[in-house]
């Protein structure tokens, strides 16, 4: 059975660090890739980062560019999303979700993130 | 970015009456591949999003008969056959043809 689990999420003053983790269980890492997807209170759905089934492509949509870092532990089975110099515009509960060449179709429970000062 | 055009933005629809939602690309979501990466989410009020329809119009495992996809090149709709009272929450499409993945701003389906 295939699930998911964010951790690592809560709240960070502006400009601090965040290490988010998604645990995987039921497949391993190396079958499939695994997306970030962050939902802003109130808002729709927006891509964050992806890193591809082998582990060597990592991808990053504009607001990640150059502050997040998405990263595996295949011994753990665990997906990891370094988020530094945090802004109050990250502020969203982050989803990792489980990619199936084309679509995403397992997603955990999100993780909530607050940057405030 | 591929931009996703959801329409409409709120669909109030009575128990066991059709309902339908599209969603426009702003350039095709045929792959090299040959295939399209255009997928539909239901998030219910405070849970995660979870896939219905993939790649147009495959249902996923444990998604209901009532929901089906349909569409081709940048023109795509979901429908609801008789929305039932757990259908009700935020619809959005995706697509994951290109990256940076995209979603359409998303269609709220409540009871009248």
């Known amino acids: 059975q295939v699930h998911l689990v964010e951790s690592g999420g809560g709240v960070v003053q502006p400009g601090r660090s965040l290490r988010l983790s998604c645990a995987a269980s039921?497949?391993?890492?190396?079958?499939?890739?695994i997306h970030w997807v962050r939902q802003a209170p109130g808002k729709g759905l927006e891509w964050v980062a992806s890193?591809?089934?082998?582990?060597?492509?990592?991808n990053y949509g504009d607001s990640a560019k150059g502050r997040f870092t998405i990263s595996r532990d295949t011994s753990e089975n665990t997906v990891y999303l370094q988020m530094s110099s945090l802004k109050v515009e990250d502020t969203a509960v982050y989803y990792c979700a489980r990619g199936a060449g084309g679509f995403c179709d397992y997603w955990g429970q999100g993780t909530p993130v607050t940057v405030s000062s | 970015d591929i931009v996703m055009t959801q329409t409409p933005l709120s669909s109030p629809v009575t128990l066991g009456q059709p309902a339908s939602i599209s969603c426009r690309s702003s350039?095709?979501?045929?792959?090299?591949?040959?295939?399209?990466?255009l997928s539909w989410l239901q998030q219910r009020p405070g849970q995660p999003p979870r896939l219905l329809i993939y790649k147009v119009s495959n249902r996923f495992s444990g998604v209901p008969d009532r929901f089906s996809g349909s569409g081709a090149g940048t023109d795509f709709t979901l429908e609801i056959s008789r929305v039932e009272a757990e259908d009700v929450g935020v619809y959005y499409c995706m697509q994951a043809t290109q990256l940076p993945l995209t979603f359409g701003g998303g269609t709220k389906v409540e009871i009248k």
């Open positions: 350039r095709s979501l045929v792959h090299s591949d040959g295939n399209t990466y």
């Open positions: 039921g497949f391993p890492l190396n079958s499939h890739g």
């Open positions: 890193v591809s089934s082998d582990g060597n492509g990592k």
